[in-house]
């Protein structure tokens, strides 16, 4: 089992920053592959960005140059710096990995961007 725990959403105005943290606990006895999701109102979940085991990191083109996945060291915590929010940006982002063949999703966390 694997649970995964975000943290740091919230409210900010268009133009801000936040940076997202998602823990990753349970039976895992090595450097796994995390990613980030989001989904808005009405909308499908769709992939934000991603960082492989080996530090390989994949955005999503509406990111790219704004957000920026990492990891805390060799840990299975990564974070997600957000720049240059915009209202489009508003949703429930939730923290992603696949292990041992099965998919864990943490609780997700909020960011509101108002305009």
């Known amino acids: 089992q694997v649970q995964l725990v975000e943290s740091g959403g919230g409210l900010v105005q268009a133009g801000g920053s936040l940076r997202l943290s998602c823990a990753a606990s349970?039976?895992?006895?090595?450097?796994?592959?995390m990613g980030w999701y989001r989904q808005a109102p009405g909308k499908q979940r769709e992939l934000v960005a991603s960082?492989?085991?080996?530090?390989?990191?994949n955005y999503a083109d509406f990111v790219k140059g704004r957000f920026t996945i990492s990891r805390d060291g060799d840990r299975n915590t990564v974070y997600l710096q957000m720049h240059s929010l915009t209202p489009e940006d508003t949703a429930v982002y939730y923290c992603?990995?696949?292990?041992?063949?099965?998919?864990?999703w943490g609780q997700g966390t909020r960011v509101t961007v108002s305009s």
């Open positions: 992603n990995t696949f292990y041992n063949s099965r998919q864990y």
């Open positions: 349970g039976n895992i006895f090595r450097v796994i592959g």
């Open positions: 960082l492989s085991s080996t530090g390989y990191t």
